[in-house]
């Protein structure tokens, strides 16, 4: 099998594939389903290919900073949340999620912020973006700020 560079870049976009958050936990966890095997197949074959020129973290398609790593832990949060937001279109839940965000940070995060959980009777949604403002105040990366940021985000739920 012979894979370019441009095969490389693709992994963890394919909407079969597992996202680089939730590939690592099923790993680590010990669960490894069809995706992972493909996902390592295919990534092994890409660090083959380019006879070690290429690391096997970017052939997996993984982070290689804490910013990266901190980045898509943020993102799989957001994604979720995406995911947990009323809306007819897909466009139509990323300017939910953008609203639903603002209010967040607006009169929730500055109540929860200091705590190292949200309440337990709070709604998935709200867990989520908890999580997402948490990581994202931890690493210093910064929140997006528009629907469109968000609906990029999305894109790999959006397939």
Do not use: K, M, T, Y
């Given at each position: 099998m012979?894979?370019?560079?441009?095969?490389v870049c693709t992994l963890g976009e394919d909407p079969q594939e597992p996202g680089q958050g939730s590939?690592?936990?099923?790993?680590?966890?010990?669960?490894?389903?069809?995706?992972?095997?493909a996902r390592l197949r295919k990534g092994c074959a890409a660090w083959l290919a380019s006879g070690g020129g290429l690391s096997l973290e970017r052939c997996l398609g993984l982070a290689t900073t804490p910013a990266q790593m901190a980045r898509a832990e943020r993102d799989a949060h957001l994604i979720e949340?995406?995911?947990l937001v009323d809306g007819e279109s897909p466009w139509k839940k990323s300017v939910a999620l953008a609203a639903e965000l603002k209010t967040f940070m607006?009169?929730?995060w500055p109540l929860w912020r200091?705590?190292?959980a949200p309440p337990q009777d709070c709604s998935a949604l709200r867990r989520h973006l908890f999580s997402a403002v948490r990581v994202a105040n931890q690493a210093g990366i910064g929140?997006?700020?528009t629907a469109r940021q968000?609906?990029?985000?999305?894109?790999?739920?959006?397939k």
């Open positions: 012979s894979l370019d560079n441009a095969d590939f690592v936990r099923n790993l680590a966890a010990g669960i490894v389903g069809q995706a992972e095997i949340a995406w995911q607006g009169r929730i200091d705590a190292g929140l997006p700020e968000l609906h990029n985000i999305a894109g790999e739920a959006v």
